[in-house]
């Protein structure tokens, strides 16, 4: 069973799936899928997509260069029946895949080296070019802490650092929709609670219900 890579991005195209194109001149073309078909028709270039095989090893992000990506080339010489053959074919592919799977996953492990380090160089930047809108600590407060550092044998900034942390977390604003109750006197001597919303509203627990000198007829 021979299961063909999609012309455009490369995907297999097993059999009884996707779209054959023949054109004219008797070249056939092999979609995975309807999105590849119509990419194909619009003339799109599939090294500028990011989603295919093409643009995938044009950036370094596969394997491109390996012994075993040379089992899997297209052969169009018939051999002859053999059954011995078939079998160490057979479990040959079995280890094949297993070599390819661990290579890759050494490829991946190597292109993703020292990503760690070039995202926190890239977050210290961003932080350097905007250090104005971050919170200052005072001057005897840095003093503290460099004496407590000192006493303790850690970096400064460490310590600064999470002293910041702790402020900023601290200074986080409450749920929306809390409520807070105070007791407020009146002029004539009583007390009443009163309940205030975090936003800044007022209710009073007496809203909405009248007085007993109001609900009197005489």
């Not at 990506?69 to 078939?86: G, S, T």
């Not at 297993?98 to 020292?114: D, L, P, T």
């Not at 109750?181 to 800044?200: F, H, N, Q």
Request: hydrophobic share 30%; proline share 3%; glycine share 6%.
């Amino acid at each position: 069973m021979r299961v063909d890579p999609c012309f455009f991005c490369g995907r297999p195209s097993w059999p009884s799936k996707g779209i054959t194109f023949m054109r004219n001149d008797g070249k056939s073309f092999r979609f995975c899928r309807s999105k590849c078909h119509k990419n194909f028709k619009m003339k799109r270039n599939p090294r500028k997509l990011k989603w295919t095989k093409a643009y995938r090893k044009n950036a370094g992000k596969e394997m491109v260069v390996d012994s075993t990506l040379q089992f899997a080339a297209r052969r169009n010489v018939p051999v002859r029946y053999d059954r011995e053959l078939v079998a160490k074919t057979l479990k040959a592919m079995e280890r094949i895949s297993e070599i390819r799977a661990r290579r890759e996953r050494a490829f991946y492990k190597k292109r993703m080296a020292g990503k760690r380090a070039r995202e926190v160089a890239v977050a210290r930047k961003l932080v350097a070019e905007n250090e104005h809108l971050l919170p200052r600590l005072r001057g005897s407060e840095k003093r503290r802490l460099a004496e407590l550092a000192a006493e303790q044998g850690i970096d400064v900034e460490e310590l600064e650092r999470e002293t910041l942390e702790a402020v900023r977390t601290s200074k986080k604003s409450k749920a929306f929709g809390g409520e807070v109750r105070r007791l407020r006197v009146r002029t004539d001597g009583g007390v009443e609670e009163i309940t205030e919303s975090t936003g800044g509203g007022v209710h009073d627990e007496d809203d909405g219900f009248e007085d007993e000198d109001e609900m009197d007829t005489d």
